[in-house]
């Protein structure tokens, strides 16, 4: 499955954006899709997961109650609502997807994913 991330841009902090991942050659609603973000000279990081369904969710703690992960089956889309935007929030945004074969747990770590889309860069201005 390719995957093509899109949505970022530059907002000033306590603003909002929306990211989409769009996903092509392949039926997105097999796959669980995640959200990760990675920093300048930092690790990548998980942000946020959502199973085929979209029955299961979770979150990192830092996004908790700000960012919201949600699919679109029909669309073959999965997006992330990202609001109260902090600068800590600035990073690369990247989609990935897994197939549904392990722990739950798993799928919070990057090497879980089989399938990525390129970056999309969110700068949040202070």
């Known amino acids: 499955v390719q995957l093509q991330a899109s949505g970022g841009g530059l907002v000033q902090a306590g603003g909002s954006l929306r990211l989409s991942c769009a996903a092509s050659g392949r039926t997105l609603s097999n796959y669980i899709t995640a959200w990760f973000r990675q920093a300048p000279g930092k690790e990548r990081e998980f942000v946020a997961l959502?199973?085929?369904?979209?029955?299961?969710?979770d979150y990192a703690d830092s996004v908790k109650g700000r960012f919201t992960i949600s699919r679109d089956n029909a669309k073959n889309t999965v997006s992330l609502q990202m609001n109260s935007l902090k600068p800590e929030d600035t990073a690369d945004y990247y989609c990935a997807a897994a197939s549904p074969t392990r722990n739950w747990s798993a799928y919070t770590r990057p090497l879980t994913y089989d399938y990525w889309g390129q970056g999309t860069l969110v700068t949040v201005s202070s």
């Open positions: 959502i199973s085929w369904s979209g029955g299961s969710i």
